[in-house]
């Protein structure tokens, strides 16, 4: 019982990693962590009465930088959410594995 009230206090996951939304930010991963990934839906188009996000910008960055110009470590944009959560999974998982 005590595993379903820490998944429910985390919030969504996706692969493992928090993942949050702020108006048309979107934060994949966990600031303890060494990098995070920042998505933002850039265009959208309607469809019926659902939102589609057409343009998304992807960075991989650092959580603590030296400076904020050092901090976008990769960037990226995709033509829709489901190839910018994909590439981003693989960039999270890839700079935590420190590859």
Known sequence: MADKK?????????KGHPLRRVDNLIYYGSMTDKYIIMMQVLENRQEQDIKLATK????????????SRSRIVKKSEKDSLYAAMD????WL???LAGK
């Not at 998304?56 to 400076?67: A, D, F, K, M, Y």
């Open 87 to 90: 590439i981003a999974a693989i």
């Open 56 to 67: 998304v910008s992807i960075q991989l960055q650092l959580t603590e930088p030296e400076n």
């Open 93 to 95: 998982d890839r700079a």
């Open 6 to 14: 820490s998944t429910k206090n985390e919030g969504l996951l996706y």
